[in-house]
């Protein structure tokens, strides 16, 4: 395990299906990435417009011992990347408590993550390095994330909300409202 918490580029992935791990070193990644686009077409992908199929990327930044930004807001039924970046000088862990659980993931980055029977359980990031979950949310609510090393009381808040068909036409990838939990 901290062997791979060196800044090496590593891509992992889950599935509920067969709920083994599997570890592509990032010479691979192309190809993975490749036949997992090929492949893994989706009732859910082929019911979006072209410009709704492009991954949704969010960006948290851990400092200062704090996630932010948080809340975050994630659309339910569309594919993220959440970005996870860790500018303090100490080891974190990013802990979905959840909202995870069952869903197929595939983690990219320095990070070294922790697989159980439900998917993901915890993500271990290094000083200075990233790592990130691409992952598709399923159910609408509001979820918790936490780093669980000792002595961090770091908590983070995720909302998925219902990917409102609105907004679908403006072309902008980020256009997924920011009001919805003011
Ligand atoms: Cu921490």
Known sequence: MTSLLSHQRHLFRWDPSNGDVSLFSAIVRTIVLMAMYGSATTLAETAWPAV?????????????????????????GREVELVLKNQDAELHAFVPLRFLDNLAVHIDGSGAPQFGDRGLVRLLIPSGGWAS???????TGVYQYRCDLPGHQMLGQIVVESFPVSHKSEGQDHSFPHDIVQ
């Open 133 to 139: 979950i691409r992952f598709r949310p399923q159910t």
């Open 52 to 76: 709704e199929q492009a991954v949704l990327q969010v960006e948290v930044v851990i400092k200062a011992r704090q996630f932010q930004p948080s809340p975050l807001l994630l659309p339910a």
